[in-house]
């Protein structure tokens, strides 16, 4: 079965750290971009950052010098690091292989072939 599948969430104060996995089974992640979202209880899913196949990274303004998006493909493996949370990082964060674009306010996907299952990040004192 191919999928992807995320982990790391969890409680952390304002101003901690926290490092999400998003690990491929299944299949290869070499050629695809991975994008990361989260979805606030209330809100739409929005985008936070991807990095293409070759490992350049784009993010939203919210995030950018915050979160780190890398990639080691042998390993079939993507991190976000979350560096200096606010309350309002607080959400699901998903992973999606694929195709994605964005500028400093959206990330958009495109042809979207794998969805991870989430993992819940709670930023609170």
């Known amino acids: 079965q191919s999928q992807l599948v995320e982990s790391g969430g969890g409680l952390v104060q304002p101003g901690g750290s926290l490092r999400l996995v998003c690990a491929a089974s299944?299949?290869?992640?070499?050629?695809?971009?991975i994008g990361w979202f989260r979805q606030a209880p209330g809100k739409e899913r929005e985008g936070v950052g991807f990095a293409t196949a070759r490992g350049r990274t784009k993010y939203v303004s919210s995030v950018r010098g915050r979160f780190t998006i890398s990639r080691d493909n042998a390993k079939n493996t993507v991190w976000l690091q979350m560096d200096n949370l606010k309350p309002e990082d607080t959400a699901v964060y998903s992973c999606?292989?694929?195709?994605?674009?964005?500028?400093?306010?959206?990330?958009?996907?495109?042809?979207?072939?794998?969805w991870g299952q989430g993992t819940q990040v709670t930023v609170s004192s």
């Open positions: 999606a292989a694929g195709f994605f674009e964005g500028d400093d306010y959206n990330i958009r996907h495109y042809d979207v072939e794998y």
């Open positions: 299944g299949f290869t992640l070499d050629r695809y971009a």
